[in-house]
């Protein structure tokens, strides 16, 4: 577990992002490299040889399916911790609102264009690679193995990490779901949110423009 | 209100390739877009708007944030900076920003006027030469200070300032009949907010002009300083992909108006001559923090009109340039939105939203693009050749973002507030404005870390006298090419210092009916 430790430390510091003096001096001339996703993430999936391979989605026909079932079995996975506390304890009311859940989520990554579904693609193929999953979160069993501590326990590192990248992966991952999960009516209550009145529904279902 | 006899084509169903005929066509049905297009349509001019988003209308706004962000908004509402640091949210449908913006209508600060007038050269858009047509605008769409009471997420900083003695103003809005409901971001479902898609669209192809919604303006063809034609895309039901249907336009004038990132990508895809290497540059965001506050009642921020209160007593303070200023005012509050922005998961999220109704939030736009230590950012073209704004951040700005948070934790402790946390994933509430200082002053300044967003996409067509740093004339005349004009966000050549809507229907007025007078001699008497 030590020499685990020493090993992404070393990749962390790897990743950091410029500092701000650098960025500031190079604005002039735009650098595509800042555009890549992550840009560590990136390496990562493509230090294990993986890319799209992994996530079963090569960049040219990411844009035909909104998430490959690859990537939503991650997503399933992660959920639980993500929405701790918010999805019911009922198995059955459990897998229900999962999968409501993850057709919301993939109705919002289809309205994503290219560079931003390949970006996230290749964040989740590399949390599905054994090795780039290990140096990013520190497990090297398949997350669907892991536990709900577990994977809370990558969560709050990458949060509470100095370096932006990791915040920046916090950040998307857990947006895509909890963003996903309050549009849905089903859980606004969970926000004390009542919905929108009810007289300015009925009366917009009854207009004809 | 957009009936079955206009001219209105949707891109998704075309199936054979088009050749259509113009006097002008216009690239974007926004603020920009949609003003012009009426005006033009009125002067007697054969008119084409083109629209990348879908035409959507009162009844398809059904307030749910599900349908709107998808259907309405740029990337479903996850659009970024190139580095991803500072959230987008850009208006994609038919009406562009107009259809999903939060109806503040505020003219340009007299201090940015000046500025623009002394620093740029502009002596056409000095005070007493823009206000006739921000007289023309607010006419036009309806703008008055509200009237009805603040809703409490906006008396919070009303009351707050009140308390600490700032200044602070009500907001003019852009509504007719509006009932206080609170989902101007989700579309108007009453056609109450003045928006383009209610006012000058409909107006436009009643006079004859034709809509082309799910069309995307890809490419200009230019021969020797002169537009020959454009060429658009069809796109498909989600409006990203084109479903290789292609429509060839020649018109005597081509108008850019698909706001800021977009035109300037358009002329740059385009190859458009750009000797002094200005295109894309000057690109500005007021890039916003937000503090968030749980107050000892319910604050319900979902419900009301979204925007009534401003503070500018931290706008200007040392002139136009010097430190970033930053104006103070509120955003709508969902489930949704705000889930994402909190930044955390799990028991945590699900405590903390459960007090969403007792959540006031306040944010602060950052004034960018008057300093010298504040050039914004620079619109370039991805691989695939979309435009993406790389915005850099720097200290000036941090600076600005950590003296507004400490700002608005004041006045939501002034105005009650139990507890305050500024947007930060390192941040936790606080109880005292003690506690919450000491927090703002050891937070580390990094993207990623600060909850950064805007809503306001402004420059990188800047206008200006000289063409070594513009790239239009304060005609709105591009200084390259003879029959190109812009009228969107693009043209300003700093941010504006106020919420931009009626600056870009009062600068595309101007610009637009000097057009129409040029095209058609006589047209518009009645505009100033
Ligand atoms: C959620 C939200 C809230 C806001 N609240 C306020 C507010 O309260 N007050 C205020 O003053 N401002 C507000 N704004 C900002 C304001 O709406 C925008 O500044 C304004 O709409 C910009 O006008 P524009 O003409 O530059 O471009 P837009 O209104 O953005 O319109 C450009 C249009 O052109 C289309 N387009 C782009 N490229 C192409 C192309 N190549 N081919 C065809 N079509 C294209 C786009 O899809 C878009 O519909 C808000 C914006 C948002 C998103
Ligand atoms: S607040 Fe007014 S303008 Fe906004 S959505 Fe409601 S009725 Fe429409």
Same mark, same amino acid.
């Given at each position: 577990?030590?020499?685990?430790?020493?090993?992404?430390?070393?990749?962390?510091?790897?990743?950091?992002?410029?500092?701000?003096?650098?960025?500031?001096?190079?604005?002039?001339?735009?650098?595509?490299?800042?555009?890549?996703?992550?840009?560590?993430?990136?390496?990562?999936?493509?230090?294990?040889?993986?890319?799209?391979?992994?996530?079963?989605?090569?960049?040219?026909?990411?844009?035909?399916?909104?998430?490959?079932?690859?990537?939503?079995?991650?997503?399933?996975?992660?959920?639980?911790?993500?929405?701790?506390?918010?999805?019911?304890?009922?198995?059955?009311?459990?897998?229900?609102?999962?999968?409501?859940?993850?057709?919301?989520?993939?109705?919002?990554?289809?309205?994503?264009?290219?560079?931003?579904?390949?970006?996230?693609?290749?964040?989740?193929?590399? @949390?599905?690679?054994?090795?780039?999953?290990?140096?990013?979160?520190?497990?090297?069993?398949? @997350?669907?193995?892991?536990?709900?501590?577990?994977?809370?326990?990558?969560?709050?590192?990458?949060?509470?990490?100095?370096?932006?990248?990791?915040?920046?992966?916090?950040?998307?991952?857990?947006?895509?779901?909890?963003?996903?999960?309050?549009?849905?009516?089903?859980?606004?209550?969970?926000?004390?949110?009542?919905?929108?009145?009810?007289?300015?529904?009925?009366?917009?279902?009854?207009?004809?423009? | 209100?957009?009936?079955?006899?206009?001219?209105?084509?949707?891109?998704?169903?075309?199936?054979?390739?088009?050749?259509?005929?113009?006097?002008?066509?216009?690239?974007?049905?926004?603020?920009?877009?949609?003003?012009?297009?009426?005006?033009?349509?009125?002067?007697?001019?054969?008119?084409?708007?083109?629209?990348?988003?879908?035409?959507?209308?009162?009844?398809?706004?059904?307030?749910?944030?599900?349908?709107?962000?998808?259907?309405?908004?740029?990337?479903?509402?996850?659009?970024?900076?190139?580095?991803?640091?500072?959230?987008?949210?850009?208006?994609?449908?038919?009406?562009?920003?107009?259809?999903?913006?939060?109806?503040?209508?505020?003219?340009?600060?007299?201090?940015?006027?000046?500025?623009?007038?002394?620093?740029?050269?502009?002596?056409?858009?000095?005070?007493?030469?823009?206000?006739?047509?921000?007289?023309?605008?607010?006419?036009?769409?309806?703008?008055?200070?509200?009237?009805?009471?603040?809703?409490?997420?906006?008396?919070?900083?009303?009351?707050?300032?009140?308390?600490?003695?700032?200044?602070?103003?009500?907001?003019?809005?852009?509504?007719?009949?509006?009932?206080?409901?609170?989902?101007?971001?989700?579309?108007?479902?009453?056609?109450?907010?003045?928006?383009?898609?209610?006012?000058?669209?409909?107006?436009?192809?009643?006079?004859?002009?034709?809509?082309?919604?799910?069309?995307?303006?890809?490419?200009?063809?230019?021969?020797?300083?002169?537009?020959?034609?454009?060429?658009?895309?069809?796109?498909?039901?989600?409006?990203?992909?084109?479903?290789?249907?292609?429509?060839?336009?020649?018109?005597?004038?081509?108008?850019?108006?698909?706001?800021?990132?977009?035109?300037?990508?358009?002329?740059?895809?385009?190859?458009?001559?750009?000797?002094?290497?200005?295109?894309?540059?000057?690109?500005?965001?007021?890039?916003?923090?937000?503090?968030?506050?749980?107050?000892?009642?319910?604050?319900?921020?979902?419900?009301?009109?979204?925007?009534?209160?401003?503070?500018?007593?931290?706008?200007?303070?040392?002139?136009?340039?010097?430190?970033?200023?930053?104006?103070?005012?509120?955003?709508?509050?969902?489930?949704?939105?705000?889930?994402?922005?909190?930044?955390?998961?799990?028991?945590?999220?699900?405590?903390?939203?459960?007090?969403?109704?007792?959540?006031?939030?306040?944010?602060?736009?950052?004034?960018?693009?008057?300093?010298?230590?504040?050039?914004?950012?620079?619109?370039?073209?991805?691989?695939?050749?979309?435009?993406?704004?790389?915005?850099?951040?720097?200290?000036?700005?941090?600076?600005?973002?950590?003296?507004?948070?400490?700002?608005?934790?004041?006045?939501?402790?002034?105005?009650?507030?139990?507890?305050?946390?500024?947007?930060?994933?390192?941040?936790?509430?606080?109880?005292?404005?003690?506690?919450?200082?000491?927090?703002?002053?050891?937070?580390?300044?990094?993207?990623?870390?600060?909850?950064?967003?805007?809503?306001?996409?402004?420059?990188?067509?800047?206008?200006?006298?000289?063409?070594?740093?513009?790239?239009?004339?304060?005609?709105?005349?591009?200084?390259?090419?003879?029959?190109?004009?812009?009228?969107?966000?693009?043209?300003?050549?700093?941010?504006?210092?106020?919420?931009?809507?009626?600056?870009?229907?009062?600068?595309?007025?101007?610009?637009?009916?000097?057009?129409?007078?040029?095209?058609?001699?006589?047209?518009?008497?009645?505009?100033?």
């Amino acid at each position: 577990m030590r020499l685990a430790a020493a090993v992404r430390q070393r990749y962390f510091d790897r990743m950091r992002p410029r500092n701000r003096q650098e960025d500031w001096q190079e604005s002039r001339s735009f650098d595509p490299q800042r555009r890549r996703f992550l840009g560590g993430l990136a390496g990562a999936a493509w230090l294990a040889g993986t890319g799209g391979v992994v996530s079963g989605c090569s960049s040219s026909n990411v844009l035909r399916v909104p998430l490959a079932a690859v990537e939503a079995d991650l997503l399933r996975v992660l959920a639980p911790s993500v929405l701790h506390g918010l999805l019911p304890i009922q198995p059955n009311e459990r897998t229900d609102s999962l999968n409501e859940l993850l057709s919301a989520v993939s109705t919002s990554v289809s309205s994503l264009s290219g560079d931003s579904r390949e970006q996230l693609a290749r964040l989740l193929a590399a @949390l599905d690679y054994r090795v780039t999953r290990w140096l990013l979160t520190g497990l090297w069993k398949p @997350l669907a193995e892991a536990s709900i501590e577990e994977i809370d326990e990558f969560l709050n590192n990458w949060r509470n990490s100095s370096i932006g990248r990791f915040n920046l992966a916090y950040r998307t991952l857990t947006r895509l779901l909890v963003n996903n999960w309050f549009v849905l009516p089903a859980h606004f209550a969970q926000a004390g949110y009542p919905g929108p009145p009810s007289w300015a529904v009925e009366l917009n279902v009854l207009r004809d423009v | 209100m957009i009936a079955a006899h206009h001219h209105v084509v949707d891109g998704a169903r075309l199936q054979t390739d088009q050749q259509l005929e113009a006097d002008v066509v216009i690239v974007g049905t926004g603020a920009g877009g949609g003003v012009a297009a009426e005006l033009l349509a009125r002067s007697g001019l054969r008119v084409i708007m083109l629209e990348t988003g879908p035409l959507q209308v009162a009844r398809d706004f059904d307030m749910q944030e599900q349908r709107a962000y998808n259907r309405l908004y740029a990337e479903g509402g996850n659009l970024t900076t190139a580095d991803y640091s500072i959230a987008l949210l850009r208006g994609r449908a038919v009406g562009g920003g107009t259809t999903v913006n939060w109806t503040t209508s505020l003219r340009t600060p007299v201090q940015t006027v000046e500025y623009w007038v002394d620093r740029f050269g502009l002596p056409e858009v000095a005070e007493e030469k823009i206000a006739p047509w921000f007289d023309w605008a607010e006419r036009r769409f309806n703008i008055k200070p509200w009237e009805v009471a603040p809703n409490a997420n906006n008396e919070v900083l009303k009351t707050g300032c009140e308390k600490l003695g700032l200044e602070w103003a009500v907001i003019p809005r852009n509504v007719k009949g509006c009932a206080d409901l609170g989902y101007c971001g989700m579309g108007c479902p009453l056609g109450a907010k003045q928006s383009m898609l209610v006012t000058t669209i409909p107006s436009a192809l009643e006079y004859g002009a034709s809509l082309y919604a799910r069309t995307r303006a890809w490419k200009l063809e230019i021969r020797h300083g002169n537009v020959e034609a454009l060429i658009a895309q069809a796109l498909d039901e989600q409006s990203i992909n084109p479903t290789g249907v292609n429509i060839r336009i020649r018109a005597k004038h081509y108008l850019l108006a698909g706001g800021a990132i977009q035109s300037p990508a358009l002329l740059m895809r385009s190859g458009a001559p750009d000797p002094y290497r200005v295109l894309g540059k000057r690109s500005f965001l007021h890039p916003v923090n937000t503090s968030l506050a749980r107050m000892p009642m319910a604050v319900d921020a979902f419900f009301g009109a979204p925007q009534s209160i401003y503070s500018d007593h931290y706008q200007w303070p040392d002139g136009a340039e010097g430190p970033a200023g930053f104006k103070l005012e509120v955003p709508p509050i969902h489930p949704g939105l705000a889930a994402g922005i909190l930044g955390w998961h799990g028991e945590k999220l699900a405590g903390e939203m459960k007090e969403l109704p007792r959540i006031n939030a306040l944010l602060a736009l950052q004034r960018d693009g008057f300093d010298k230590q504040s050039p914004g950012g620079v619109v370039e073209l991805q691989s695939d050749e979309r435009g993406v704004l790389d915005y850099p951040l720097n200290e000036h700005l941090w600076d600005g973002v950590r003296r507004a948070w400490h700002a608005m934790a004041e006045i939501q402790f002034a105005a009650g507030a139990q507890a305050v946390m500024p947007g930060h994933l390192d941040a936790g509430f606080a109880t005292s404005l003690a506690g919450v200082s000491a927090q703002i002053d050891r937070l580390p300044l990094e993207p990623y870390k600060a909850a950064l967003f805007s809503a306001h996409l402004m420059g990188g067509c800047g206008m200006g006298a000289n063409p070594r740093e513009s790239v239009i004339a304060a005609s709105g005349r591009h200084h390259q090419l003879e029959n190109l004009t812009v009228v969107d966000g693009s043209v300003f050549p700093t941010s504006v210092g106020a919420n931009p809507q009626l600056s870009i229907f009062a600068q595309a007025a101007r610009m637009t009916t000097g057009l129409a007078r040029e095209m058609q001699p006589g047209a518009l008497a009645d505009l100033p």
